[in-house]
Nanobody, 124 residues
Framework: QVQLVESGGGLVQPGGALRLSCVASGSIHSISVMGWYRQAPGKQRELVADITSGGVPNYVDSVKGRFTISRDNAKNTVHLQMNSLKPEDTAVYYC??????????????????WGQGTLVTVSA
């Protein structure tokens, strides 16, 4: 069994900052892409940022220059530093990971795993 556990959400004023963290645990062989998605009320879930195992980041245009994604491969963690937050950043943020998990001594299985979500509210 593998899981992603997020932390760091909360209430912040416009212009403020938050740092989200996500830790993957379980019988993990390797993780390729880790990322953050968000879903605002009444809207579809969208990719915010993701990062490859080699450290190459990708951002949605609306957060470029404000958000920074990073990861620690040794600790199976990914972080999202969010600066200059705007009310339109309000959403539930979900951690996502594409990984190979250990089935037994000779077999692996591909899984896409989601965290439970953490709420970020940007409001005065």
């Amino acid at each position: 069994q593998v899981q992603l556990v997020e932390s760091g959400g909360g209430l912040v004023q416009p212009g403020g900052a938050l740092r989200l963290s996500c830790v993957a645990s379980g019988s993990i062989h390797s993780i390729s892409v880790m990322g953050w998605y968000r879903q605002a009320p009444g809207k579809q879930r969208e990719l915010v940022a993701d990062i490859t195992s080699g450290g190459v980041p990708n951002y949605v245009d609306s957060v470029k220059g404000r958000f920074t994604i990073s990861r620690d491969n040794a600790k199976n963690t990914v972080h999202l530093q969010m600066n200059s937050l705007k009310p339109e950043d309000t959403a539930v943020y979900y951690c996502n990971a594409h990984m190979l998990v250990v089935v037994d001594a000779q077999r692996y299985r591909y899984l896409e795993v989601w965290g439970q979500g953490t709420l970020v509210t940007v409001s005065a």
